[in-house]
């Protein structure tokens, strides 16, 4: 196994919606951000901790990433991951405790290799647990390819041994509170590995297949400059109107319902081609780059203190509480919690019209005209 995977688990997703995309992201280089620079971090961390726990020997990993935050982060990983380590042990005579276990699939495609973060397996079951330290959005563990890829290859490893019925997954996501678990039967996870995984991947790795655009797009190289995804927008904004005058009530839900996909997807192409202007020089016809609004600043503020001094002017300086973040970073989460939990409120969140599948539950407003009536 060399060190980079042509079809790499945790962008499956995207190979199995999206087959051509792998040779199309080809073409773009490898860029890491600093996001998956702290996560590297943070799960070096984590794998020192699980297994100083399991008594295997592990160096402490350094680095500038470690803020409190990230480290609470990911001791809350550990936590779940130590509890579920107490309860194999306590159901299972001889229960088998893989820490960043190599995992390869190539049964199933060429060149197919990842990492599994942790893997516990006891009698009849693989529990594979994933952390993701991302905060954006929420990752389920339901029909998550990348886990289910990594549940292959640890079959394959452990079927020798265990009388494997069932492969559980879950994923950890600490900053944004999500655990989410499913698991699977064996047979039901090989027959998607022959039905879906090996097709799929066979074509992702010749590039063939069709190019579809969806929510795995969102972190594909060729995301900017895809066709096929500005087709599917393009198609949306394509919307045919017909008489009378005023849009009906489903002719208003039909423009909600892409209005939000089109204005981040236009968003993104807008940042693209102005980083493009801006840092290569790329001139784009009837475009020009131009300076925006600035606030005044000074220069040199001891020198700003000492002339308003000179001038009379000494009540110049104003305090300012830290915000809530910076100190919940400043005294960790468990002392904030303490120290200030009760003198933190949430105030009501502002009130937005989302799409029903959204996970936020629905609140119960009363229209201002019905408030009104009740009075
Ligand atoms: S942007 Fe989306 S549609 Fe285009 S290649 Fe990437 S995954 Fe496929």
């Known amino acids: 196994m060399g060190g980079h995977a042509r079809f790499s688990p945790s962008v ?14 080809e073409n773009f280089e490898d860029v890491e951000s600093q996001y998956a620079a702290e996560g590297s971090a943070g799960h070096a961390l984590a794998e020192y901790l ?10 402490r990993p350094e680095s500038d990433y470690y803020t409190n935050e990230l480290i609470e982060a990911v001791d809350e990983y550990v936590s779940y991951v130590i509890g579920d380590i107490e309860k194999a042990k306590q159901i299972c005579m001889n229960p088998m405790f893989l820490v960043e276990q190599r995992v390869d699939a190539s049964d199933f495609v060429e060149d197919c290799f990842g990492t599994a973060d ?19 959005v929420p990752i389920y563990a339901e029909e998550n390819p990348q886990l289910m890829i990594y549940g292959l290859g640890i079959l394959r490893m452990a079927d020798f041994i265990y009388d494997i019925e069932i492969v559980k997954f879950t994923i950890f996501q600490p900053r944004l509170n999500n655990l989410s678990t499913w698991e699977i039967t064996t047979d039901a996870l090989k027959t998607w590995g022959e039905d879906v995984l090996k097709p799929r991947g066979a074509m992702a790795l010749m590039g063939t297949g069709e190019f579809k655009s969806g ?65 290569h020089g790329r001139v784009w ?91």
């Open 12 to 25: 499956a997703n995207r190979r199995i919606n999206c087959p051509p995309s792998l040779v199309l992201e």
């Open 50 to 59: 699980i297994k100083r726990y399991l008594k295997k020997s592990s160096e």
């Open 118 to 136: 942790m893997v516990v397996i006891t009698d009849k079951v693989i529990h594979i647990i994933d952390l993701k330290l991302g905060r954006g």
């Open 215 to 279: 929510k795995w797009c969102r972190f594909c190289k060729a995301r900017n400059q895809c066709r096929a995804r500005a087709e599917e927008f393009l198609s949306l904004a394509k919307m045919e109107f017909r008489e009378p005058a005023l849009l009906s009530d489903e002719e208003i839900i039909e423009v909600l319902k892409v209005s939000d996909e089109l204005s981040k997807w236009a968003s993104e192409i807008y940042s693209f081609a102005q980083d493009q202007a801006i840092v």
């Open 285 to 375: 016809n009837g475009f020009k780059l131009v300076e925006g609004r600035s606030n005044r600043k000074y220069t040199n503020e001891d020198e700003v203190v000492e002339a308003a001094n000179a001038a009379g002017y000494t009540d110049i300086y104003k305090q300012t509480l830290v915000t809530i973040t910076e100190m919940e970073r400043l005294m960790g989460k468990k002392e904030f919690a303490k120290v200030l939990g009760h003198l933190v409120y949430k105030p009501q969140g502002k009130i937005s019209l989302v799409p029903e599948s959204d996970k936020r539950e629905a609140i119960k407003k009363n229209t201002a005209v019905a408030e009104f009536q009740e009075v």
